[in-house]
C-alpha cells in the first residue's frame, strides 16, 4: 500500500492501542420468519478498540444494521459470543455504556429541543442543575444554542438529527452507535454534518461504530472499514482507513482517498452485494 | 369624493379593498355550512310537523266544524297541545318558559332538572375515565391482563345498558345507596369503554424507534410509560373522553328511568311520555343535546390546551 505523499506521515488517531470495546467472535444471528429462517448474520469476528471510528458499509440486507443493533442489545444473537467494555451487551445496555443515534432523529415531538436532551437526564436520574448544564454544552457541541425553546417540527431534518447527536452525547457515553444517521438527509447538509462529526469525534475522544450505505461518507470518517456482504450477512473485508486526524472535504480528491473508496468499492463488489 | 388615483390609471384602487359581502362571509367562515344544515333541518321539521300532526288535528277540528279549511288545519299542526311531532318554535317557547321564566331551583326548571342529571355524568365521566386509563395500562402491560380483561371489556358493551341499570339502581337501594351515586355507576359503566379502547391503542401508537431509544437508556417501565407512552396517548386520550363524556350523559339519564325519579332530564322524558307531554320531551332532549353539546365543547378546549402546552403546531 503506497500512500500519497502529502498524507503519508499522518498517524490513526487511535489514542495508544485501547482496550477492547467491542470484542465478537463467531457471531451469528437467524431470525425465524414464515417462510423460512434468514441468516442475518454469519460467524462475524470483530474487535473494535477505543478511541477507533469503525464504519459498517455493505448493500441493504448485509447485516449492518442487524449488528449494530446486537451490540446495544435491541437484537439478541443466536451463535458466538460478543461483549461489550467486557460485559454481556445486556448489562453494557443496563450500564449506560452507549449513545445510540437512529436512522431518523427519532425526537419527541411534545419535546422541546432542550428537553429531548434532557430525556436520558432525567431517566437517569441527572439533578436539575447539572442536566442544564449538560443541556448547554451538548447543543453547543452541535451548534444548536439558540434552539433550545424550539420543537422538533420547527427545525430542518439536518437540525433534528444534530439534536438527537446531542442527546445521544448528553449523558456522556464512551461509545457512540450511529445507524445510517445522515442517510435520510440531502448531500450538501450531509457534508457539513460528516464534517462536524469529525471535529466533535475529535475533541471527545469517543468510540464510534458507524453504519452507512455511503463509500465516501464511510472513507471519510473511518479509521477502519468493515466491509459486509448479504445472504448469510457477514464481514467480507476490514480495511484500514489511515487518512490522518485533519480531514478537510477537499481530502476527498486526493489519490490516497480515492484509492480507499476503490478498495471499498472492490470489496463490496467482491462480496456479490450488487450483482 | 375624489380618489389620490384616477380609476383607469395603473395604481388607482391600490390600498382599496371592497369589503367582504355578508353572502361572502358567512360561506367562508365556519358558520355557513352549519347555518345551511340547521335551515334544511328546520325546513325538513316543519315538514314533517305538518305531515304528522295533519291526521289528528283535522279529525278534532271537524268534530266541531266540518267546514275547517286547509289553513286552519295547518295552524293547528303547529300549534297543538300535544303534538305527535311538535313545531320547533313550539319547543322554543316551551325551553324559554322553563328556564329564563322560572327560578332555576323551582321544579319545573329546565336548569333545576339538568344540573340533577349533570352531576352523576360528571362523575361518572371522571370514575370512567380513570378506570378506562387504568385498564388500558393494565392491559399493555401484561399479556395476562391483555388476554383476560380485554374480552370482558367488549362483552360488558354488549349488554343493554336498559338491562342492566335497574338492577344496579335496586341492588344499590336495597343497601341504602341511592341519588347521585348509583346513575354515576352507570355513566361509569357506558364511558370507560371507549377509553379503554382509545388509550390501549394510545399507549401502543410509539414506533419502535421511539420504544428501541427508551430501552438503550435502560428506562423502567414506568418511565417508558410516564414519559413516552403516556405523552404519545394524548390524541386517543381526548378523543375517546368525547365520546365518553356523550356516553356518560347517557347513562345518567338511562339512570332516572326505572326508578321514576322525580328530577332529572331523564324523569323529564319520562313524566313527559307518561302524559304525552311531547313538547316537554322534546324540551329535555334539546336540553340533554345542547349539554352533551357543551361537555364535547369543554374537552376539545382542555385538549387544545394539552396540545399547545406540548408545543403542537397551530
Known amino acids: 500500500m503506497s500512500a ?20 465478537a467472535r463467531k457471531l451469528g444471528l437467524v431470525f425465524g420468519t414464515n417462510d423460512g429462517s434468514v441468516h442475518a448474520l454469519k460467524d462475524v469476528d470483530l474487535t473494535i478498540r477505543r478511541g477507533e471510528f469503525v464504519s459498517f458499509i455493505g448493500p441493504s440486507g448485509c447485516g449492518k444494521t442487524t449488528l449494530l443493533r446486537v451490540i446495544a442489545d435491541l437484537e439478541q444473537p443466536t451463535a458466538g ?3 461489550v467494555n467486557g460485559m454481556t451487551p445486556g448489562d453494557a445496555r443496563r450500564a449506560r455504556a452507549y449513545g445510540y443515534v437512529f436512522q431518523a432523529a427519532a425526537l419527541y415531538p411534545w419535546r422541546s429541543i432542550a428537553r429531548n436532551v434532557a430525556l ?5 436520574g441527572v439533578p436539575k442543575a447539572e442536566r442544564a448544564r449538560r443541556i448547554a454544552a451538548n447543543l453547543d457541541l452541535v451548534g444548536l444554542s439558540g434552539f433550545e425553546k424550539k420543537f422538533p417540527w420547527q427545525l430542518s431534518g439536518g437540525m433534528q438529527q444534530r439534536a438527537s447527536i446531542a442527546r445521544a452525547l ?5 461509545l457512540l452507535l450511529m445507524d445510517e444517521p445522515f442517510g435520510a438527509l440531502d448531500e450538501i447538509v450531509r457534508d457539513h454534518l460528516n464534517a462536524e462529526l469529525l471535529k466533535l469525534w475529535a475533541t471527545t475522544r469517543k468510540t464510534v461504530v458507524f453504519v452507512t450505505h455511503s463509500i465516501p461518507e464511510a472513507v471519510f470518517l473511518s479509521t477502519r472499514i468493515v466491509v459486509m ?28 482517498f480515492l484509492e480507499i473508496a476503490h478498495r471499498v468499492r472492490e470489496g463490496l463488489r467482491a462480496g456479490h452485494g450488487y450483482e | 369624493m375624489t380618489l389620490s388615483a384616477p380609476i383607469a390609471e395603473p395604481g388607482a384602487g391600490i390600498g382599496y379593498r371592497a369589503r367582504p359581502s355578508l353572502r361572502s ?44 279549511s286547509p289553513a286552519e288545519i295547518l295552524t293547528a299542526t303547529l300549534s297543538a297541545q300535544r303534538p305527535v311531532l311538535p313545531a320547533p318554535h313550539q319547543i322554543a317557547v316551551e325551553i324559554w318558559n322553563t328556564t329564563v321564566k322560572v327560578s332555576p331551583t323551582a321544579p319545573r326548571s329546565l336548569v333545576y332538572h339538568a344540573g340533577v342529571t349533570l352531576g352523576p355524568t360528571l362523575l361518572g365521566f371522571a370514575l370512567g375515565t380513570l378506570l378506562g386509563v387504568a385498564l388500558a395500562v393494565g392491559i399493555i402491560h401484561s399479556r395476562t391482563l391483555d388476554k383476560s380483561l380485554m374480552p370482558w371489556v367488549i362483552t360488558s358493551q354488549t349488554i343493554p345498558i336498559l ?20 346513575k354515576a355507576i352507570i355513566s361509569t359503566y357506558l364511558s370507560f369503554f371507549p377509553v379503554t379502547v382509545g388509550m390501549v391503542k394510545g399507549l ?13 437508556y435502560n428506562a423502567s417501565g414506568r418511565q417508558t410509560l410516564a414519559k413516552l407512552r403516556a405523552p404519545a396517548s394524548l390524541p386517543f386520550l381526548f378523543a375517546s373522553m368525547k365520546v365518553a363524556v356523550a356516553a356518560a350523559l347517557v347513562g345518567a339519564i338511562v339512570g332516572e328511568l326505572p326508578t321514576g325519579a322525580q328530577a332529572g332530564l331523564g324523569a323529564r322524558l319520562l313524566a313527559g311520555s307518561y302524559y304525552g307531554q311531547t313538547i316537554q320531551i322534546w324540551s329535555a332532549l334539546v336540553a340533554a343535546s345542547a349539554m352533551a353539546g357543551v361537555l364535547v365543547w369543554l374537552v376539545g378546549l382542555a385538549e387544545t390546551t394539552a396540545r399547545r402546552r406540548a408545543g403542537a403546531r397551530a
Open chain 1, 4 to 23: 500519497a505523499p502529502s498524507l503519508a506521515p499522518a498517524p490513526v488517531p487511535v489514542p495508544a492501542v485501547g482496550d477492547e470495546v467491542i470484542a
Open chain 1, 120 to 124: 436520558p437526564l432525567e431517566i437517569m
Open chain 2, 163 to 182: 338491562a342492566i341499570a335497574p338492577m344496579v339502581i335496586v341492588v344499590l337501594n336495597s343497601v341504602g345507596i341511592s341519588g347521585l351515586v348509583p
Open chain 2, 25 to 68: 362571509r358567512i360561506a367562508g367562515g365556519r358558520a355557513g355550512p352549519v347555518l345551511v344544515v340547521l335551515v334544511a333541518v328546520l325546513v325538513l321539521w316543519y315538514a314533517g310537523a305538518v305531515l304528522l300532526n295533519w291526521p289528528t288535528e283535522s279529525a278534532r277540528l271537524a268534530r266541531g266544524n266540518p267546514e275547517v
Open chain 1, 170 to 174: 448528553s449523558f456522556d457515553p464512551d
Open chain 1, 229 to 256: 456482504s448479504p445472504r448469510p450477512g457477514r464481514i467480507t473485508e476490514i480495511i484500514d482507513c489511515d487518512l490522518g486526524a485533519e480531514r478537510p472535504l477537499e481530502i476527498r480528491e486526493t489519490p490516497r
Open chain 2, 204 to 216: 401502543r401508537s410509539p414506533d419502535a424507534m421511539h420504544l428501541d431509544l427508551m430501552r438503550t
Open chain 1, 81 to 83: 459470543s460478543i461483549t
